[in-house]
């Protein structure tokens, strides 16, 4: 049995002050014995710590938006492994399709960075899909597939039993447009297939497979109703908590 994840994605939203706001109402709204799903928040770096400490026993996980694959170094500007797991982060994205597009993130980097992540109780959320004129060029299965493929290049069936998968199709993204329930399970059964010809059934039924794109409370149920994807990956509708709250318990 698959534990459904659903994680808020803040992206570059949110000041110290305000996520402290949202700590403390998201604490005094959630309360972890009325779901059977996990939940957390995936912040800017700024704020990890503050969080962090806010949500302590809450039940609430905090996670990085990205990471440097090497543990140190002269990379001005990068924050590695070793400061993300000294303030306790328990998730990683790895690879959205905003740092693929605007930071040059690549398939390669992204493998380097699961891989550094893998050897550490921090689980990555590595994010694949697909951008709209390849979704109308009918190749959508096959650029995640690539994507999937490239990215666990080398790794350990262990380790990648342990990992998330976000499938989030760049045109659902902030659109409004959400990838119909079925469209957003028959491309979860790709990535879960996909998993299936790397590895075997065993990892691929370990794996959990969210779908990101304009998930809101309005149609969240019906997308964690469908058989193959085990989470959300939420970004406008994290942003506040009474939203996120009802999100989680869908
Ligand atoms: P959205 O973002 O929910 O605002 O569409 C999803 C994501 O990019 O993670």
């Known amino acids: 049995m698959r534990l459904p994840l659903i994680a808020g994605n803040w992206k570059m939203y949110k000041t110290t002050a305000e996520a402290r706001a949202f700590a403390a109402e998201l604490r005094q709204l959630y309360d972890q014995s009325k779901t059977d799903v996990q939940i957390a928040i995936c912040a800017p770096f700024t704020q990890l710590a503050v969080l962090q400490e806010a949500l302590v026993g809450s039940g609430i996980g905090v996670g990085a938006q990205n990471v440097h694959f090497a543990q140190e170094g002269a990379y001005t500007g990068e924050v590695s492994i070793p400061m993300l797991r000294e303030i306790g982060v328990d998730y990683c994205i790895v690879g959205h399709s905003e740092r693929r597009q605007y930071f040059g993130e690549t398939d390669e980097t992204v ?85 299936i010809d790397i590895y075997d059934d065993a990892v691929a039924d370990l794996v959990r497979i969210q779908y990101g794109g304009s998930v809101k409370p309005e149609n969240v149920t019906e997308i964690m109703n469908m058989e193959e994807i085990d989470g959300a990956l939420v970004g406008g509708a994290s942003l506040i908590a009474a939203k996120f709250n009802e999100i989680v318990n869908f």
């Not at 699961?114 to 990555?124: R, S």
């Not at 990215?151 to 045109?171: N, Q």
């Open 111 to 195: 493998n380097l960075k699961l891989k550094a992540l893998l050897q550490t109780e921090i689980v990555p959320i590595l994010c694949v899909g697909e951008n709209l004129a390849q979704r109308e060029a009918g190749q959508a299965s096959e650029v995640v597939r690539r994507q999937v493929e490239l990215a666990l290049s080398g790794l350990a069936p262990e380790a990648v039993s342990r990992m998330v998968i976000a499938y989030v199709p760049i045109w659902a993204i902030g659109t409004g447009k959400t990838a119909s329930p079925q469209q957003a399970n028959e491309m979860c059964f790709c990535v879960r297939q996909a998993l």
